[in-house]
């Protein structure tokens, strides 16, 4: 059974070009519905302009298709709500250098 921790664990391994931490310490994945052949994802991006817009969404798709063999990979692009970098994890936050909230 297909669960959704193997889903994020995939995601780890894409990446936004510009910022050396994965999608899921980014925070940038903000559901996923695990289903035994389906996948469905919803997402944002650090901006609407972002340059990955189109890439990143597909990189997300193909991973999750190949690396679990589901045969339906839905992933949906949303920027409501918007991105910020309070929604980075402690673990993106340290490969970033930056300093966690509670730490000021």
């Known amino acids: 059974m297909l669960t959704k921790e193997q889903v994020i ?3 780890k391994q894409c990446y936004d ?6 999608i899921v310490d980014l925070g ?3 559901e996923i519905d695990a289903q035994p052949e389906s996948v469905y994802v919803k997402m944002t ?4 302009a972002c340059p990955a817009a189109q890439s990143l969404p597909e ?22 709500p918007p991105w910020t970098p309070e929604k980075i994890t402690p673990e993106g936050r ?11």
């Open 9 to 11: 664990e995939v995601a």
């Open 17 to 22: 070009p510009e910022i050396p931490v994965n």
């Open 28 to 30: 940038l994945i903000y």
């Open 45 to 48: 991006l650090t901006s609407a």
């Open 59 to 80: 990189q997300v798709r193909e991973k999750i298709s190949s690396v679990l063999g589901v045969k339906l990979v839905n992933v949906e692009v949303t920027f409501d």
């Open 94 to 104: 340290k490969k970033l250098g930056i300093p966690d909230s509670e730490e000021g």
